[in-house]
């Protein structure tokens, strides 16, 4: 399937979008619904954490993105000894002919799709490398500010916190990322296709170009004209609001993650093929968009998932 230079980008039956899902379903198999909720991210303009165990296909997910989409792609491995250069790039003094001078070398921050492999394995200060980069979609460089290419997306992943060699992420990184997933382990057949399929375990599954760069960007732009009606706006106020009256939630959703739930839900609406977002867009992200959000108090038996879905279950819908 090659990249399609007409941009017809409304989602219903046969669109570019459905095509970008089904080749990302072929090489990501059995994870439809963590597949859309990534793709809805990326339009969306957010940034996407999964939190899992190494080898379930974290890594695969990225690239398969980045492959459909036609975008550019780094990697970034989180190590212990990980320095804020290794991702934004550094200055370095080069010798001319003449006087000679510093000459920045860009890091993979510069690419349109940034995944930084095992984010909470690297130490606090490398992590908030990415803050700027994420919430501004520039870095500061010697006092230079530089813009990153577009769309700029980062996909981080991070280990349980159990694991050992692991540094948590603090509720600023936190909020910068839209969703956060669990991608978790294949059922019995899909894991039985995986393991006949793919016997090279070198070889990364790539999957065929859909869109171009300018294409995604057309799709974003028509994600954002998505109608919200005033109701649909009350309803995610009252999902916040729920948040931060929950006995057994410490801190709630903020005015940043009610943006963050109306955009993600114009995303998935487009997906669906409609113009216009209705309650069920909001409740089909805004447990992904709550999850790391929601901090239980210290006596609370509930996670982040468990509070939300209660949030869901509480708030009526107009």
């Given amino acids: 399937m090659s990249a399609v230079p007409n941009p017809t980008l409304r989602a219903g039956g046969s669109g570019l979008l459905q095509a970008v899902l089904a080749e990302i379903d072929q090489v990501v198999l059995g994870k439809a619904t963590e597949v859309r909720l990534a793709l809805a991210c990326l339009l969306a303009g957010g940034h996407l954490l ?139 057949d899909t894991e039985q296709r995986l393991l006949a399929g793919h016997g090279d375990l070198t070889a990364m599954p790539t999957a065929r170009p859909v869109l171009t760069p300018v294409q995604v960007l057309a799709a974003m732009a028509e994600a954002r004209a998505i109608t919200v009606r005033p109701a649909l706006v009350a309803y995610v106020q009252a999902l916040l609001q729920a948040s931060r009256d929950h006995a057994e939630v410490r801190l709630g959703l903020s005015p940043r993650a009610g943006l963050a739930l109306i955009a993600a839900a114009r995303a998935w609406a487009l997906l669906a093929g409609r113009d216009h977002v209705l309650p069920d867009d909001v409740q089909a992200v805004f447990v992904a968009l709550a999850r790391h959000r929601l901090h239980p108090q210290a006596q609370s038996l509930q996670d982040g998932t468990a509070l939300a879905r209660q949030l869901l279950a509480a708030t009526a819908i107009p």
């Fill in 50 to 188: 999964i939190e899992d165990i190494p080898g379930v296909g974290k890594t695969t997910l990225a690239h398969a993105l980045a492959q459909t989409l036609g975008l550019e792609f780094q990697r970034v491995q989180g190590t212990s000894d990980l320095l804020p250069a290794d991702i934004i790039g550094v200055s370095v003094f080069e010798r001319g002919e003449g006087a000679g001078g510093f000459r920045f070398h860009p890091g993979p921050v510069f690419s349109q799709v940034l995944l930084v492999d095992e984010l909470n394995r690297a130490p606090p200060k490398s992590q908030s490398a990415l803050l700027e980069a994420m919430a501004e979609h520039q870095v500061s460089v010697d006092g230079v500010r530089r813009e990153l290419p577009t769309p700029f997306f980062v996909l981080a992943t991070q280990n349980p916190l159990d694991l050992v060699g692991t540094y948590p992420l603090p509720e600023s990184q936190l909020d910068r990322f839209m969703f956060c997933l669990s991608l978790g382990y294949p059922d019995a």
